[in-house]
């Protein structure tokens, strides 16, 4: 079974400056997806970004952007110029390619605070 | 805009009773989603639906059912709440596989 690892329970970021969210999985797999999203105090979890396991390149996502490692199994967040409104619970999640309706395996979370 | 709407947003139940959780989503999605969110443990998967009338289990199922008699509707069942119930609940839908996955805004049961 697949699993989704975050190592960093808490982080805290100053506004205006970045800070990255790391994310390893274990898979044997070669086709799948990884997310990253944000649940804010309200709850409402927002999707923040998407990477095809297929595609090289990095996808960004306005200020938002990840680093994916497909040989190291990882798939960090970054996100650039801070802001108030990041402070969120973000989770990073798997989901397998390989087979149709699969659901998506998610990780413990790291709760984002944003100093002032 | 596509709006997953969870009946309740608090709910206080008492031990032993028979608990619904109901979700409602209005873009004719396929796929439906429980979850269960616990502080240190994430997301876990509690039963799933890829169509009307069809569940699939997931990680957690023991004390739960569900039943998905329209395809808007999906029901999360606890046939006798225990306290270890006691948790944050979240719907989601989605169109199919390939598509992003919309989460309603929670359900927070306290089972005293």
């Known amino acids: 079974a697949q699993t989704v690892t975050q190592s960093q329970p808490e982080m805290s970021v100053q506004e205006a400056e970045t800070v990255t969210l790391s994310c390893t999985y274990d898979t044997s797999e070669s086709d799948y997806y990884l997310f990253w999203y944000k649940q804010p105090p309200s709850r409402q979890m927002i999707l923040v970004i998407r990477q095809e396991a297929y595609k090289q390149q990095n996808a960004t996502e306005n200020r938002f952007s990840v680093n994916f490692q497909k040989a190291a199994k990882s798939f960090s967040l970054k996100i650039s110029d801070s802001q108030l409104g990041d402070a969120a619970m973000y989770f990073c999640?798997?989901?397998?390619?390989?087979?149709?309706?699969?659901?998506?395996?998610f990780g413990k979370g790291t709760r984002l605070s944003v100093i002032a | 805009d596509v709006k997953v709407t969870q009946s309740s947003r608090y709910l206080v139940k008492r031990t032993g009773e028979k608990v619904f959780l109901e979700c409602v989503q209005d873009?004719?999605?396929?796929?439906m989603f429980w979850y269960r969110q616990d502080p240190g443990l994430g997301l876990r998967l509690i039963y799933f639906?890829?169509?009307?009338?069809?569940?699939e289990k997931g990680d957690i199922p023991e004390g739960y059912s569900v039943s998905r008699e329209k395809k808007e509707r999906f029901s999360l069942i606890l046939e006798s709440a225990s306290t270890n119930q006691t948790s944050m609940y979240l719907c989601?839908?989605?169109?199919?596989?390939?598509?992003?996955?919309?989460f309603g805004n929670g359900t927070r049961l306290t089972v005293t």
């Open positions: 989601a839908s989605r169109t199919d596989y390939n598509s992003p996955l919309h």
């Open positions: 873009m004719d999605h396929e796929n």
């Open positions: 999640a798997y989901r397998s390619g390989s087979s149709g309706n699969t659901p998506l395996v």
């Open positions: 639906s890829y169509d009307v009338k069809m569940k």
